[in-house]
């Protein structure tokens, strides 16, 4: 394989095939790796193996990835699938680990399109078995047609966690109880944020769908729930919470938690991109033009990896993000771009109008910014509670690397992966300081574990 070309676009979600099969028509070189073992990120999902039956409980949205994914895989885009990034060098370098194996490429742009990740929602006992993500249930289902054991609760906020639902119902699983963490206060707060979204009535008209469904299910509904905890000793047993200043519990073998979705930020972090915060959905995204360009030269990102927006808005910005890339390497003339960006941008538009609302119907709990109890676990890896990270900060620890320093939080194999963010939250509510003054983990290179073996074979770049 000729290792040397002009783009490479890490993630083969909607936004990385979108951006491939637009900038391979344009007569861009284009490399696209991916962690997984086939096309379609979690949105699409083990698309090409799903069973035709399934359109019924995934739905006609599921599916709508099909044609982009057989576009893609028609295309000549160099694809390697089942391959981890190690590294990323400042003249994009990128080492790879693939069938055990580590190789290097380089390309003289990157677009990153690694998608999202499941908010870790740290509660008492959330470590339980038994225990695992609403979005992560719904994958498991998606590749490996498995369901969780029933009886369920769904405890959380946010639309995936009503989509799980109906796939659940859709499986004939009971569902015990639906437990929302947003209340009517959430929903008085996006009124104004409504006539925006009424451009897009027919993302409404689905919600309300759903809604009816849970309903017609029987599936009893709580909102505006707090002070959430998982009970059991070693397995979940149920969730306790508080419903309208009562104590209330609901029996369960599975608890599926769940407060959204956040930007995955790992790749964007470690080249030093600028980040911002975004308040509505308490998350940092990076800074980005109207294409997709961040604050370093030659990085541009696509997908939910931007900013949470679900499947047709990464599509649309993965198609201007290849666009642009085109632009800048010769391939077309920046009145070209335009031109082809124009139907991009206008499904982008409308795309775009349901989000403010959307993302202030469904705010993550504020609970999880600074879990009370000193028992609950912040670093599952290396099994640090919030009383640690609470004392830690009362010694004088002002940023995440100082409360790794002084408890170890975020050393673990997943590299802070469930506890960075929850770290950063917890500094800034303690001491009343702005989180993006706070700030986050430093992302350390290799991004993923890998062999003493398979580290000593590689042929480090100087510049990494």
């Not at 009503?162 to 707060?189: Q, R």
């Not at 940092?284 to 927006?309: C, H, N, R």
């Amino acid at each position: 394989m000729d290792n040397t070309f002009d783009l490479i676009i890490i993630g083969a979600g909607p936004s990385g095939i979108a951006a491939a099969v637009t900038g391979s028509s344009l007569g861009l070189k284009i490399l696209v790796v991916d962690e997984q073992p086939e096309p379609g990120g979690q949105i699409y999902r083990s698309m090409e193996r799903s069973r035709p039956e399934n359109i019924d409980i995934l739905g006609k949205d599921y599916f709508a990835g099909k044609p982009l994914i057989e576009v893609f895989r028609a295309s000549d885009v160099t694809y390697m699938p089942n391959t981890t990034v190690l590294n990323i060098a400042s003249d994009f370098e990128v080492d790879l680990l693939t069938g055990g194996v580590v190789e290097r490429v380089r390309g003289q742009r990157m677009l990153l399109c690694i998608g999202a990740v499941e908010r870790p929602v740290p509660i008492k006992n959330w470590t339980l078995l038994g225990v695992m993500g609403a979005a992560a249930a719904d994958i498991l289902f998606k590749s490996a047609n498995m369901v969780p054991t029933e009886p369920v609760v769904l405890a959380g906020s946010g639309p995936l966690m009503l989509l799980a639902a109906c796939h659940l119902i859709d499986n004939g699983v009971e569902i015990a109880a639906m437990v929302e963490t947003a209340s009517i206060k959430d929903y008085i707060k996006a009124a104004p944020f409504l006539p925006k979204a009424l451009f897009n009535l027919s993302y409404l008209f689905k919600g309300l769908q759903m809604r009816l469904k849970i309903k017609r299910a029987g599936v009893p509904l709580y909102i505006g729930c707090r002070d959430l905890e998982v009970v059991g000793d070693n397995q979940a047993e149920g969730l306790r919470f508080r419903y309208l200043g009562k104590q209330k519990d609901i029996a369960a073998n599975t608890v599926l938690l769940h407060e959204g979705v956040v930007p995955n930020l790992r790749l964007s972090q470690s080249l030093n991109c600028e980040h911002q915060w975004y308040a509505p959905q308490r998350y940092f995204k990076p800074e980005l033009d109207t294409w997709g360009q961040t604050s370093v030269a030659g990085v541009s990102i696509a997908g939910d990896s931007a900013g949470i927006g679900g499947g047709p808005i990464a599509t649309a910005k993965g198609h201007l993000a290849a666009l642009d890339c085109a632009q800048k390497l010769g391939k077309i003339s920046e009145e070209v771009r335009d031109q082809l960006a124009l139907e991009h941008r206008k499904n982008l538009n409308k795309e775009l109008s349901i989000r403010p609302f959307l993302d202030h119907v469904f705010p993550p709990n504020p609970q999880l910014a600074n879990p009370a109890d000193d028992e609950i676990l912040i670093c599952r890896c290396e099994e640090i509670t919030a009383g640690q990270v609470r004392m830690a900060i009362a010694q004088g620890a002002r940023h995440p690397a100082q409360i790794k320093g002084k408890t170890r939080a975020g050393m673990g194999p997943c590299q802070g992966r469930m506890c960075a963010a929850t770290i950063s939250e917890m500094i800034a509510d303690c001491c009343a300081i702005d989180i993006q003054e706070v700030g986050s983990l430093k992302i350390r290179t290799p991004l993923k574990p890998l062999s003493i073996e398979q580290y000593a074979n590689m042929a480090l770049s100087e510049k990494s």
